[in-house]
T-cell receptor
Framework: DGGITQSPKYLFRKEGQNVTLSCEQN?????MYWYRQDPGQGLRLIYY???????QKGDIAEGYSVSREKKESFPLTVTSAQKNPTAFYLC??????????????FGPGTRLTVT | KNQVEQSPQSLIILEGKNCTLQ??????????LRWYKQDTGRGPVSLTI?????NTKSNGRYTATLDADTKQSSLHITASQLSDSASYIC?????????FGAGTRLTVKP
């Protein structure tokens, strides 16, 4: 069963704690992405990676960190430096360059609530 | 100001009726335009991708149109079903990244 999995679906944390969101894909895609979705706004790009051991900042990278040690995995850490971490986080992957005519597949999302 | 504007923000229609969602963009240059369907609490699912040379594309009851000259796209849903209730997101790419609209929230009522 191919696709993208994100875990957990819901995550609750206290302010000041770091938290890591998991994203795994078995589509053999080179490119992976993390987006943040807030009510009434379009998806915003946090980080993306086009190849293993390489990643680039997106539009709102401050307070977040990522790693890409394996092709299948692209975990996102929300650090205590992120001022408004409560949001819906979406992971995606594609076979080609971001923005090209390639299908981008999304995971089911993780809803993070920080209190 | 967002480079991808969608209208209306929300829409309620009766089951079986047709509807049209609009997307206006200022993104330049233009590489491709996508429409996604996103159910509440789920990830978006691709409906169509159109490049510069395509002005219409269908996926079942969904038909997307593109006018690259006026920088407008529409998504037409025919014979709506309850399962069409979702947010529909327009995404425009200049080639190096993707610019997302805020979406139109569609509710189909019986």
């Amino acid at each position: 069963d191919g696709g993208i999995t994100q875990s957990p679906k819901y995550l609750f944390r206290k302010e000041g704690q770091n938290v890591t969101l998991s994203c795994e894909q078995n589509l053999n895609h080179d490119a992976m992405y993390w987006y943040r979705q807030d009510p009434g706004q379009g998806l915003r790009l946090i980080y993306y990676s086009q190849i293993v051991n390489d990643f680039q900042k997106g539009d709102i990278a401050e307070g977040y960190s990522v790693s890409r040690e394996k092709k299948e995995s692209f975990p996102l850490t929300v650090t205590s430096a992120q001022k408004n971490p409560t949001a819906f986080y979406l992971c995606a992957s594609s076979s080609g360059l971001a923005g090209g005519p390639y299908e981008q597949y999304f995971g089911p999302g993780t809803r993070l609530t920080v209190t | 100001k967002n480079q991808v504007e969608q209208s209306p923000q929300s829409l309620i229609i009766l089951e079986g009726k047709n509807c049209t969602l609009q997307c206006n963009y200022t993104v330049s240059p233009f590489s491709n335009l996508r429409w996604y369907k996103q159910d509440t609490g789920r990830g978006p699912v691709s409906l169509t991708i159109m490049t510069f040379s395509e002005n219409t594309k269908s996926n079942g009851r969904y038909t997307a149109t593109l006018d690259a000259d006026t920088k407008q796209s529409s998504l037409h849903i025919t014979a709506s079903q309850l399962s069409d209730s979702a947010s529909y997101i327009c995404v425009v790419s200049p080639g190096g990244d993707m610019r997302f609209g805020a979406g139109t929230r569609l509710t189909v009522k019986p």
